[in-house]
Nanobody, 111 residues
Framework: QVQLMESGGGLVQPGGSLRLSCAAS????????VQWHRQAPGKQREFVAG???????IYANSMKDRFTVSRDNTGNTVYLQMNSLKPEDTAVYYC?????WGQGTLVTVSS
């Protein structure tokens, strides 16, 4: 079973930026859609962004102007660049591929 490992979360002030990373324990990104989801306290998990095997990005409408999903040159790591962060972006962010989920990384946006 593939293991997904997210990293890059932390505390950031409103308006700040963070880059999240998702790495897999085996080569699975190159032929699957890789998605980012998030779950805020007391809310359902929601789709944030994804990247298709042909490197086409897809975004939730509310995030496409501030978030960018990309893949590194090796294809083994997928990133989520988040800019102009807002307090409502506070959530645990998860990587998902082929029905597998990582453990999540916490993003807290607060002054």
């Amino acid at each position: 079973q593939v293991q997904l490992m997210e990293s890059g979360g932390g505390l950031v002030q409103p308006g700040g930026s963070l880059r999240l990373s998702c790495a897999a324990s085996e080569d699975i990104f190159s032929h699957n859609v890789v998605q980012w989801h998030r779950q805020a306290p007391g809310k359902q998990r929601e789709f944030v962004a994804g990247i298709l095997p042909v490197d086409t990005p897809i975004y939730a409408n509310s995030m496409k102007d501030r978030f960018t999903v990309s893949r590194d040159n090796t294809g083994n790591t997928v990133y989520l660049q988040m800019n102009s962060l807002k307090p409502e972006d506070t959530a645990v962010y998860y990587c998902n591929v082929a029905d597998q989920w990582g453990q999540g990384t916490l993003v807290t946006v607060s002054s």
